[in-house]
Structure formats: structure tokens, C-alpha cells
């Protein structure tokens, strides 16, 4: 089961129990569980455009080369 259908899940068995006693405590803890999956989402898209930005990719290129090529000097 991915995460949005524990998720979803989740919320349906909250939906299920809500009474009119407890209603804004269900409501509260639906809005943070959709409120997590929307971070989780937001999270997720931020990582994959660094990992597979070609731009990120070609910058470290570089900076790797940079490092292998530099021979740090010192004055005796």
C-alpha cells in the first residue's frame, strides 16, 4: 500500500468515527494528514528536480573535475 492510500485510508477510517462529540478533533487530524501529504509531495517534486536537473548535474561535473585537477601548493 503507497503512501497516498494509507493516507486515504487513513482518512476514511477518521471520516467513519467522527461524531458530533469529536468532529473537530477528526477534522484537525484529516486537515494535518492532508496537510503532511501535500508537504510529502512538495518534498518529493523539490528532490527529484535537484537529483536529475542536468543543470545540478553538469555543475557537480565540474566541480569534481575542479577538485581532481587542483593540486593544492605549498611554500617551503
Request: charged share 25%; glycine share 2%; aromatic share 4%.
Amino acid at each position: 500500500m503507497s503512501e497516498e492510500d494509507q493516507a486515504a485510508w487513513a482518512i476514511q477510517a477518521l471520516a467513519a468515527l467522527k461524531t458530533a462529540d469529536n468532529q473537530v478533533v477528526v477534522e484537525s487530524i484529516i486537515k494535518v494528514i492532508d496537510d503532511q501529504q501535500a508537504e510529502i509531495e512538495s518534498l518529493r517534486g523539490s528532490m527529484e528536480g535537484q537529483l536529475w536537473s542536468p543543470t545540478s548535474w553538469h555543475q557537480d561535473q565540474q566541480a569534481q573535475h575542479a577538485a581532481r585537477d587542483h593540486k593544492p601548493t605549498t611554500n617551503k
